[in-house]
């Protein structure tokens, strides 16, 4: 996983919990790396599981919230480092519809080692979107915190349900989307 995932889970941290608790969950993570990341640099993405593990054993707040709260600040991030994948979309299903084939594409040739899910979009009918998320990695909560983060930047009245394809395991859920319809 690549570092600038590290350091924004870092920064994140230290706004809402303060510097010490940075500090603390790093000490008690026992990192393989000791939490030197640099952006470009790649590191074990269990080293992310293990932060939020001590963070969530410092907070007591449960794992799955913080790593969807993790991405909802992450998708904030990304509106502001690459504004490029933002020029001309104009709805959060236009954009979530890119991901796949055209923004982590992207992201693969600026980083060619990244650990990339995969989505399958399926249209069941007008106002509605599935993405199928399939990863090696355990982080659907993340991609749920990405959804939710990209529905609250496009601001429309947008549902998420999430069905789990895999026990729970986190590598293989579908999200269903649904545009509600405006009050008369
Ligand atoms: C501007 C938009 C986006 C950018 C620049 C971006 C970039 C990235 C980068 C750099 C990584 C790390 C790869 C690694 O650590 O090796 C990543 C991973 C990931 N991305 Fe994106 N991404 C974007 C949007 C999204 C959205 C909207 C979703 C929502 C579903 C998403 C889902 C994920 C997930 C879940 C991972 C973690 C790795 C995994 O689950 O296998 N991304 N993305």
């Given at each position: 996983m690549k570092?600038?995932?590290?350091t924004e889970f870092l920064e994140m941290t230290e706004d809402r919990f303060g510097a010490d608790t940075v500090e603390r969950?790093?000490?008690?993570?026992?990192?393989?790396?000791?939490?030197?990341?640099?952006?470009?640099?790649?590191?074990?993405h269990r080293e992310l599981l293990r932060l939020v593990g001590q963070l969530s054993?410092?907070?007591g707040l449960p794992v799955p919230t913080l790593v969807r709260t993790f991405g909802q600040h992450l998708?904030?991030?990304?509106?502001?480092a690459y504004p490029k994948f933002?020029?001309?979309?104009?709805?959060?299903?236009?954009?979530?519809?890119?991901?796949?084939s055209y923004i982590h594409v992207e992201v693969r040739k600026l980083y060619p080692d990244a650990e990339l899910p995969h989505?399958?979009?399926?249209?069941?009918?007008p106002g509605r979107m599935d993405?199928?998320?399939?990863?090696?990695?355990?982080?659907s909560d993340l991609a749920e915190g990405l959804i939710l983060g990209?529905?609250?930047?496009?601001?429309?009245?947008?549902?998420?349900?999430?069905?789990?394809?895999?026990?729970?395991?986190?590598?293989?859920?579908?999200?269903?989307l649904t545009q509600r319809l405006p009050q008369r």
């Open positions: 570092g600038i995932v590290f969950i790093i000490e008690e993570s026992a990192l393989p790396s000791g939490a030197a990341y640099t952006t470009v640099g790649t590191y074990d054993a410092a907070t998708f904030g991030r990304f509106t502001q933002f020029n001309g979309v104009g709805s959060a299903f236009d954009f979530l519809g890119k991901i796949e989505f399958e979009y399926q249209y069941p009918g993405m199928t998320y399939r990863s090696r990695c355990p982080f990209c529905i609250e930047y496009f601001g429309q009245p947008i549902e998420l349900a999430r069905t789990n394809l895999d026990e729970g395991g986190g590598t293989a859920v579908r999200f269903s």
